[in-house]
């Protein structure tokens, strides 16, 4: 009995031993790695000027810091939810775990076919560059490589749970601003016309507001209503934009070329201006009136064709402030 004590105490112990040795031999093969193969956070992300990203396909997309604004390309406004998120993604990543090394070479061929490279400029100094490769089989982490390194890792958010390389995007039109007035000038008029009722105006100078109707005649505007309307013109954003790959998008020069359902143009206080034509969107099976037949026109929804050249999906919802009829803004008594 003493015997078998003894044998089993040695297994146990010899099993220890080798545990010991596997754990000490991945710290210290951890520890010989050069700290920067696995160093992809930005410190100081208030610091960063431009980003770049590209891949393979080739596509390209530079988002660059402008005084308080970011530029997509050069030329657009970019959204700021989709800039604060991928500035979070740079400061907060980190190592997950080493990959095995049998599975690295799958790693990278994925990386040379799917990869996306991203640059990180702080003013003209290039501070990190790395490759964004594809995810890890548990879906909870993101193989990532430095550039002047062999060795690809797996990393993540802490408290994050899903992959990073969705948030390393290329289409231009998902990094532009989806506000249809994006301009940061004052606004001096908005003017709405609808074809099959007429037109009117809402002016402002200061805090006072003027109702110009059709005829041309004139009268003090709601105050309430058309702040209303003022501040939902500033923040109006569209729902998606149609780009040519987009079935919508074969169907343009009808669509613009048919009477729209109204036509909403902004002027700035420099004389600028922008307008917005809207357009029914077809219904279908799926959209039913009220006695369950299918109606000829979505009821939520339009085509917007915006003077700057966007085409884009609009929501009657995100207008409710804007598609009012002249009576709305005539003074209350």
């Known amino acids: 009995m003493m015997k078998k004590l ?27 790695f ?5 160093n992809f956070a930005v410190a100081d992300t208030a610091a960063v000027t431009k980003l770049v990203i590209w891949d393979k396909s080739p596509d390209t997309v530079t988002l660059e810091r402008k005084g308080v604004q970011w530029l997509v390309n ?3 406004i970019a959204r ?48 990190k560059a790395f490759t964004v490769g594809t ?3 548990d879906m909870l982490g993101t193989y990532m490589l430095r550039d002047g390194y062999e060795t690809p890792v797996a990393t993540y958010i802490p408290g994050f749970n899903g992959y990073l390389s969705s948030r390393f995007f290329l289409r231009e039109d998902l990094w532009r601003t989806r506000e249809i007035w994006p301009s940061p000038e004052e606004i001096a008029a908005v003017t709405l016309v609808y074809p099959d009722s007429g037109y009117f105006e809402v002016q402002r100078s200061g805090n006072q507001y003027t109702l110009v109707l059709g005829n041309g005649s004139g009268l003090s505007a709601d105050p309430m209503t058309s702040q209303a309307l003022y501040k939902a ?15 919508a998008y ?13 036509q909403i143009t902004v002027r700035y206080a420099d004389g600028n201006t922008a307008d917005m034509r809207l357009f ?6 799926d959209i039913l009136d009220a006695d369950g037949r299918p109606q000829q026109w979505d009821p939520d929804r339009f085509y917007g064709v915006l003077s700057d050249g966007r085409f884009v999906l609009t929501q009657r919802y995100g207008l409710q402030h804007v598609l009012k009829s002249f009576r709305a803004f005539a003074p209350k008594n």
Do not use: C
């Not at 029914?280 to 099976?285: D, L, S």
């Open 250 to 262: 074969t169907k343009l020069d009808s669509i613009s070329g048919s009477q729209p359902v109204a």
């Open 233 to 247: 013109v500033q923040s109006a954003q569209y729902e998606g934009m149609i780009i040519p790959s987009d079935l």
């Open 6 to 32: 003894k044998t089993t105490y040695l297994l146990i112990a010899l099993a220890v031993v080798v545990i010991l040795g596997l754990i000490w031999r991945e710290i210290a093969s951890q520890n010989s």
């Open 34 to 38: 050069d700290k920067e193969l696995y």
């Open 280 to 285: 029914h969107v077809p219904g279908g099976p």
């Open 80 to 127: 700021p939810d989709a800039i604060e998120v991928l500035l979070e993604t740079l400061y907060r990543v980190r190592l997950r775990n080493f990959p095995q090394a049998a599975a690295q070479e799958t790693i990278l061929s994925a990386m040379a076919t799917y990869g996306k490279r991203v640059e990180v400029y702080q003013g003209s100094t290039l501070v």
């Open 74 to 76: 050069g030329a657009y």
């Open 135 to 137: 995810e890890t089989p």
